[in-house]
């Protein structure tokens, strides 16, 4: 099952237009974390933010979450034509031991970064 | 430090056809993952593993088997492959199962016909 969907499915932007993403789940969570991913590709981790955090930076992202809403964004400043990949949320849900680890991810938004 | 390798890159089988899946890790991590990624599914986990010796069932286990005799490297097998195992699998690891991120493999394209 997916427990985190992103949304917009796809973005197409500019050379130095900001991109932002959202990511919505379904029940609580440790942390979540968003991966990027290059055309033919695995994943590389971006970013991780626990679940009692509410902003964190890296570079030219930034991500916020939201546990009322259960639900996060990824913000990229000045994109580049570099950051044309697609952008996956992951959620570590919040249970017993057995969920520990079993990250899950949604479908992903597709970007585009047009020079 | 080579991360995370798979093998194959790619792969053709025939229904009913058996093959297995290689993924190292050279990072002394002790989770390790496989992950299946189809189009407007995103990923999928098949399997897992907390440490050498142990494996347990993901989401979408029917048809596969896993296997972690060493600590590095995290087998998974298809014994009578189907064309819904058409797919990208994604291996991945962990240093914990808390709060640590995933390290991918590049990924195997697997085709069935």
């Known amino acids: 099952s997916q427990q985190g969907e992103e949304d917009p499915q796809a973005l197409s932007i500019q050379e130095g237009e900001n991109a932002t993403m959202n990511c919505s789940y379904k029940?609580?969570?440790?942390?979540l974390q968003w991966y990027r991913q290059n055309s033919g590709r695995g994943l590389v981790h971006l970013i991780l933010?626990?679940?009692?955090?509410r902003e964190k930076h890296s570079g030219r992202l930034r991500v916020t979450l939201d546990t009322s809403k259960k639900s996060s964004s990824l913000l990229i400043t000045a994109s580049r034509a570099a950051d044309t990949a697609s952008y996956f949320c992951?959620?570590?849900?919040?249970?017993?031991?057995?969920?520990?680890?079993?990250?899950?991810f949604g479908a992903g938004t597709q970007v585009v970064v047009t020079p | 430090n080579a991360g995370v390798t798979q093998t194959p890159k790619f792969r053709v089988l025939k229904t009913g056809q058996s093959m297995t899946l290689l993924c190292a890790q050279d990072?002394?991590?002790?989770?390790m993952y496989w992950y299946r990624q189809d189009p407007g599914m995103g990923l999928r986990l098949i399997h897992y593993?907390?440490?050498?010796?142990?494996?347990a069932k993901g989401e979408v286990p029917d048809g596969y088997n896993v296997s972690r005799l060493k600590k590095q490297n995290f087998l998974l097998g298809l014994e009578s492959a189907a064309p819904s195992q058409t797919s990208v699998y994604f291996c991945?690891?962990?240093?914990?199962?808390?709060?640590?991120?995933?390290?991918f493999g590049s990924g195997t394209r697997l085709t069935v016909v």
């Open positions: 991945a690891s962990s240093y914990s199962s808390k709060n640590y991120g995933y390290t």
């Open positions: 029940t609580s969570i440790n942390n």
């Open positions: 933010i626990r679940s009692n955090e």
């Open positions: 992951a959620t570590d849900p919040l249970g017993t031991t057995d969920s520990w680890g079993k990250f899950q």
């Open positions: 990072m002394n991590h002790e989770y």
């Open positions: 593993s907390v440490g050498e010796g142990t494996t």
